[in-house]
């Protein structure tokens, strides 16, 4: 069974900083893995997908990197500003047993302090 | 272009009722999935279609949910009767291609007292 772990689940920094955000999962034979932002009573907001045969994939300020063999990916932020305020949630497609469906991590909750 | 639609964007009923939720998906995606989130778990897959046809139901928790696409264009997801424990939000999402970018819903958040 595919699980999907987030840390840290919360995170709290000044404005301005570059951080990184970690996702590891237990079954490497997956499809792609996507990052998605959720603000507070809002959907989710699809920021990246990485295909399995990838190592990384950038928009904007957003890096983010995959490293399937070992079930790891994270999410760096650079120049972190107040708007990127929200839970960011990583979730994996795929896995043995898991089909199609996005198995998803339990998020990490940013607030960058202006 | 339309992103995806659910409705309601909220729901209060009263343990027993009927529910009904409502997903469109973007144009011309031929994949729909449902998604949910009880109170301080994770987000948790509950089916998946590919145009009308439920292609994987597994993670339906029991069979007072009943989801349908009739036409393979928008989805219902019913819960009949409703309990306490269904309370959360449900999400939609949809993609083009199935194991392609998948784009959410703003989710209905469901409560049942």
């Known amino acids: 069974k595919q699980e999907v772990t987030q840390i840290p689940a919360a995170l709290s920094v000044p404005e301005g900083e570059n951080l990184v955000l970690n996702c590891s999962f237990t079954?490497?034979?997956?499809?792609?893995l996507q990052w998605f932002r959720q603000d507070p009573g809002k959907g989710l907001t699809s920021l990246l997908l990485?295909?399995?045969?990838?190592r990384e994939q950038t928009s904007g300020r957003l890096n983010a990197s995959l490293d399937k063999s070992s079930g790891r990916s994270t999410l760096y932020i650079a120049a972190s500003q107040p708007g990127d305020s929200a839970t960011y949630l990583c979730?994996?497609?795929?896995?043995?047993?898991?089909?199609?469906?996005?198995?998803f991590g339990g998020g990490t909750r940013l607030m960058v302090k202006p | 272009e339309a992103g995806v639609t659910q409705f309601p964007s909220h729901s209060v009923i009263e343990k027993g009722q009927t529910v009904t939720l409502r997903c469109d998906p973007i144009?011309?995606?031929?994949?729909l999935y449902w998604y949910r989130r009880v109170m301080g778990k994770e987000i948790k897959f509950l089916l998946h279609f590919v145009k009308e046809s439920k292609q994987d139901e597994s993670g339906m928790p029991n069979n007072r949910f009943l989801a349908e696409r009739t036409g393979g264009t928008y989805s219902t997801l019913k819960v009949q009767p409703a309990e306490l424990e269904d309370s959360g939000v449900y999400f939609c999402a949809s993609s083009q291609v199935v194991n392609t970018e998948a784009f959410f819903g703003q989710g209905t958040r469901l409560t049942v007292v």
């Open positions: 990485i295909q399995s045969s990838q």
């Open positions: 144009s011309g995606h031929d994949n």
């Open positions: 079954d490497s034979a997956i499809y792609n």
């Open positions: 979730a994996v497609r795929g896995g043995r047993n898991a089909g199609n469906m996005l198995t």
